[in-house]
């Protein structure tokens, strides 16, 4: 298969549309409203529990103008039981899809959906949940994140455009880089960002490797009715 290679990229991208889904709620209050004073504009897309917090932050006017939940985005329900949320072709449009590449635009017309420049998400708590006593196999199994793992690797694959931000501790960094530069953040930093999210999704996965590793058949199917 040949590869495009791109050659044209910006050095700063304009924060305007923003992908919010995080299990980890800390500093979500300072980085939304950081968010809204560098550009009172800015759209977030979220999901689940984490739009309903950011709703709460916002207030009824302020939600209606600068906050759409994904199933309104996407045009597709969440699956029962928030399995499904954000596996979808227009979110996927939006974080993969390349500034200056007029086939992507076209692509990104067809089918309705626009450029996301930021995805801000953590994952469900697998490492913590197997550290509990008495875990079992299905109490972790049910912590494997899918979707989020999958935006991340997503974001940070096309840091020419976009900022993968999957630490909170990197949140006060990051505003204060968009208000440094007039709501645009800089290649260098997204290419920090990328660096950071890579490392996390291998850390992620390793957990969970070596956790079923360890775990022999017996154990896994002592969780269930087998029929």
């Known amino acids: 298969m040949a590869l495009n290679r791109v050659e044209r990229i910006d050095g700063a991208v304009m924060i305007q549309r923003v992908l919010a889904s995080v299990s980890d709620k800390t500093g979500l209050d300072r980085l939304v409203a950081g968010l809204l ?13 984490t739009f309903e917090a950011i709703r709460s932050l916002l207030g009824p006017a302020r939600a209606s103008r600068n906050l759409t939940s994904v199933s309104d985005y996407t045009g597709q329900p969440e699956m029962q039981g928030g399995l499904v949320k954000t596996l979808d072709f227009k979110i ?3 974080l993969l899809s390349e500034t200056y590449n007029p086939s ?4 990104l017309e067809r089918a309705g959906a626009v450029p996301i420049d930021m995805v801000v998400v953590n994952l469900y708590p697998f490492a913590q949940t197997i550290a509990k006593a008495g875990v079992t ?6 912590n494997i994140d899918i979707g989020g793992p999958c935006m991340i690797r997503a974001a940070a694959k096309n840091y020419l455009r976009t900022a993968s931000v999957t630490d909170p501790a990197d949140y006060s960094g990051v505003l204060a880089t968009l208000r440094a530069n007039g709501g645009a953040l800089p290649l260098v930093q997204r290419l920090t960002l990328m660096k950071k999210a890579f490392a996390h999704t291998a850390a992620y996965d390793k957990a969970i490797a070596d956790y079923f590793e360890a775990r022999a058949i017996a154990e896994v199917s002592g969780c269930y009715q087998i029929v």
Do not use: C, F, K, W
């Open 37 to 49: 004073d560098v550009n009172p504009e800015v759209m977030i897309y979220s999901t689940g529990g």
């Open 92 to 94: 996927y449009l939006g």
């Open 104 to 107: 992507h635009a076209q692509d």
């Open 137 to 142: 196999a299905e109490a972790a199994r049910t």
